[in-house]
């Protein structure tokens, strides 16, 4: 059975590593890790809430901003599925299941401080902007044109057909 996220001992050697939160769920992630997110993720919006760089550690919101992790998802899959069965004896009482959890596959390409996000600023920096062409006043015009009025709904009485029945 497939299992979301292990949880590790952090030793000395694990130098740089990030724990994330990504749908409500945390996760901590390393460099080239693959990690299995519960549900269906298409576009992952990554929050880092702790980032570990060797003696460097960075848990302040403002110092946070600068950290990104670059991850991309290489598949989604489902797991093996799981038969949940219900029964009450001497009632005839018998219901079975089937549940199978969806996983997404995140692959952690890099962690760091900084870097890719002013690169970014910069790229959008040196984008021009796109000229607009102004319409004339005359093509712009509109014609106003006349509302349509709607006749009031009359009511009809109906009257009363008596019969006259034979006995």
């Not at 702790?50 to 950290?67: C, I, M, P, R």
Request: charged content about 35%; proline content about 3%; some cysteine.
């Amino acid at each position: 059975m497939l299992k979301p996220a292990t949880i590790r001992i952090i030793t000395p050697c694990m130098s740089k590593y990030a724990v994330v939160e990504i749908s409500g769920h945390q996760y901590q992630i390393s460099e080239g890790e693959v990690v299995d997110l519960l549900g269906r993720v298409e576009k992952p919006q990554i929050k880092v809430v702790l980032f570990v760089d060797g003696s460097t550690v960075l848990t302040d919101k403002k110092d946070l901003e600068q950290a990104n992790v670059k991850a991309s998802i290489q598949k989604i899959r489902r797991a093996r599925k799981i038969t949940v069965g219900h029964f009450k004896a001497k009632s005839k009482y018998d219901k079975t299941r089937g549940y199978r959890e969806t996983y997404s596959q995140l692959q952690v390409e890099r962690i760091g401080i900084g870097g890719e996000k002013e690169a970014e600023k910069v790229e959008l920096a040196e984008k021009k902007p796109i000229a607009v062409k102004k319409e004339s006043a005359k093509a712009v015009k509109k014609v106003a044109t006349p509302k349509k009025t709607v006749a009031a709904k009359k009511t009809v009485s109906k009257k009363l057909v008596v019969k006259k029945v034979k006995k």
